[in-house]
């Protein structure tokens, strides 16, 4: 299990890090394979596959394996419908013959667009009628987990380490230099070797005008690594990305960019 799901939560907390993986005595099928990265939103795919055995319209169980093509929303748009850490949005269309329903938690949403078929996320749970047509379901975003889940597929025994999550990357213009905070928590982080990276781009092309690295060992759970930069750069707007990877385990977390006017 993540170490950071909670049995016993309420709310929105009862959804939240609800993934897990399963180790199997011999192979299963065919693999698929995990996505490329923590992708940005803009390079989501837009549709994906998703498959189960769940309860059908009839309120019977099907004796094959039912599959069908959903809408994807971003993480960034999934947050404005469901309060939930790590999960992306699957709606079928109106005139969909198929939705996600009781008996599907756990299956796969799968990438076909490229030659690779890749899982994106895991069925989880959705909204009140998300059993029928048209209903929005949330995903468990693989690409969030995805070097926790490979961490754990190495066998390196560590099943109580979490991802070193960036919880808020802030960014102020000082008038002569630029100060970033990039703050993360991490379970089982005390004494390990952790790196922080803070990269400054343009907002119009994305290209990088600075990279900076913070490197030490964790001295608590939840921690703060702070970067300045000289403000030797055209005025305008820039984007700020913070990026904490755990040097022992390789397991990393990209926050989202956050917009910085220099002036």
């Known amino acids: 299990m993540y170490p950071r799901w909670r049995p ?6 009862a959804f939240a890090y609800d993934l897990a993986v399963l180790h199997l005595v011999r192979p299963a099928g065919t693999p698929v394979a995990l996505p490329l990265a923590q992708l940005p939103d803009a390079y989501r795919p837009s549709e994906a596959r998703v ?11 099907p004796s094959q394996l039912k599959t069908a093509r959903i809408s994807v929303s971003t993480p960034t748009t999934c947050r404005g419908v469901f309060n939930v850490h790590g999960v992306i949005c699957g709606t079928l269309p109106a005139s ?5 329903c009781d008996g599907d938690s756990g299956g796969p949403l799968v990438d076909t ?18 059993c029928e047509r048209g209903a929005t379901g949330a995903f468990a975003d693989v690409g969030t987990f995805r070097t926790w889940v490979a961490y754990i597929t190495r066998a390196q025994g560590r099943t109580d380490l979490s991802l070193p999550e960036v ?8 008038g002569s230099r630029i100060r970033v905070l990039v703050t993360w928590c991490q379970d089982g982080a005390r004494g390990r070797p952790m790196r922080a990276d803070m990269f400054l781009a343009r907002a119009g092309d994305g290209t990088i005008v600075r990279r900076q690295t913070v490197r030490g060992a964790a001295t608590d759970r939840c921690m703060t ?19 904490v990877i755990d040097v022992r385990s390789g397991m990393s977390f990209r926050a989202p960019a956050v917009r910085l006017r220099i002036r």
């Open 167 to 174: 919880s808020s990357v802030r960014a102020r213009d000082l």
């Open 51 to 61: 498959a189960g055995w769940g309860r059908e319209a009839t309120d019977t169980y």
């Open 225 to 243: 690594a702070t970067f300045f930069a000289d403000d030797t750069f055209p005025n305008g707007p820039y984007l700020v990305v913070g990026k």
């Open 96 to 100: 969909g013959e198929a939705s996600t």
């Open 113 to 130: 667009s490229e030659d690779v078929p890749r899982l994106i996320g895991v069925v989880n749970f959705g909204l009140d009628g998300v």
């Open 8 to 13: 016993n939560a309420t709310g929105d907390r």
